[in-house]
């Protein structure tokens, strides 16, 4: 096992919860997670994955290869975004086996809140995108995507606080 000092674990914590913050706030402003997002919340994890055994590491690679995987599928049927994708395979990087069904249950539990604000009558207060292909105006409420970066990064800042807490 390799030593990394509690400040660069801390320090890698707080980058990652920056880039989920970052992450929800562009998702639900822009209906757009940016890779650099994506690549921040992933390269934050180097320093855990340096202080875990090999077998741990591997595992929470295998495990972001395999959310990766699946994330394309969904995405090939276009059931989600390509940011969403990304950014949940980072997040499932930083989950690994230990904390994946912890993960899996918080952001679902945030989608379903999300999804009944979607469908409250305070879907009006979410920005729009330009255009919503196929939906009459008076009906475009209810066709309007559902920016699922917010949801992962709740699901994502369950999981740091997870590491905060079996670090400190």
Known sequence: MHHVS???????LVLSAAGLVWAAASDVSR?????RVCLLVAASYLPTAAALPF???LAGLAIGVLTLGVGLVLFARGWVGGGDVKLATA???WAGPAYLSGFAL???????????????PARRLMPRP????????????????????????????????????ATF
């Open 91 to 93: 997040i499932a990087l």
């Open 106 to 120: 918080v952001t679902s539990l945030a989608g379903v809140a999300l999804a009944v604000l979607m469908l409250s």
């Open 6 to 12: 509690d400040a660069a674990m801390l320090f890698a």
């Open 31 to 35: 209906y757009l997670i940016p890779n």
């Open 130 to 165: 330009a255009k919503i292909e196929g939906a009459a105006e008076s009906d475009a409420g209810l066709a309007q995507p559902m920016p699922f970066g917010a949801p992962l990064a709740v699901g994502g800042a369950w999981v740091l606080v997870q590491h905060l807490t």
């Open 55 to 57: 077998g741990a590491w």
